[in-house]
């Protein structure tokens, strides 16, 4: 009954085979899904913080030049001419910001700046104190949207780190099976050694 052990030891060695193949595919395409998330991870980063901390920068330094304006001593038309067109700089970039991924708080601080922009704008121009005071409060939003890109940056790189560890706790995994069906197929083969029948052919001397 050895041919029988033999298809059976054939049929073995042709699912490990098919199961070897078949881990090699899945294992590539893990590696595939977790490179594209990372990937899309960095993007996110770049496109939508790093990106929008630019904005939030500009925008920081056009709102001291209103402060710098609103302390300047020169008469009030060319004061209001100064702070508008710093206000008309600003408005530009925070449309160019606003285009970026937003949380739910980060847009409330942003739809707040706005608000708080317009303080700045004619007829409010008149009342230094109350001007200052605006400008202090864009720039203290402008501080909180900065913190919000920080904290947002930290959470997509711990997330593109735990995609990292994750893709290869897989691989490493899928390698350690692999290595058991290899050994499998090896012992599949020398027991297919063992059942080669020795026909020997018998020297005619001994006749």
């Avoid at 901390?53 to 001419?81: F, H, P, R």
């Avoid at 008309?88 to 925070?94: Q, T």
């Avoid at 890109?149 to 959470?155: G, P, T, V, Y």
């Amino acid at each position: 009954m050895k041919w029988t052990y033999s298809i059976k030891n054939k049929l073995a060695a042709s699912g490990a085979l098919l199961s070897l193949c078949l881990l090699v595919l899945f294992s590539n395409y893990i590696d595939r899904d977790h490179t594209q998330n990372v990937k899309n991870s960095i993007s996110t980063l770049y496109e939508d913080r790093l990106i929008a901390e630019g904005y939030i920068l500009k925008m920081t330094s056009g709102v001291y030049q209103i402060k710098e304006a609103i302390n300047a001593d020169m008469n009030d038309a060319n004061k209001n001419n100064t702070i508008n067109n710093l206000l008309l700089n600003i408005k530009e970039i925070s449309n160019a910001y606003q285009k970026t991924k937003f949380t739910d708080v980060e847009k409330k601080k942003a739809d707040e700046l706005l608000n708080t922009l317009r303080e700045l704008e004619p007829p409010y121009l008149n009342n230094t104190p109350i001007k200052l005071e605006s400008a202090n409060k864009a720039l203290g939003i402008l501080n909180e949207l900065s913190a919000i890109q920080l904290e947002e940056s930290k959470q997509i790189m711990d997330s593109a780190e735990t995609l990292y560890l994750s893709g290869k706790t897989s691989s490493q995994f899928v390698f350690a099976i692999i290595i058991i069906i290899l050994l499998v197929l090896q012992a599949l083969v020398f027991t297919s050694k063992t059942l080669i029948p020795n026909n020997k052919t018998k020297s005619p001397n001994l006749n």
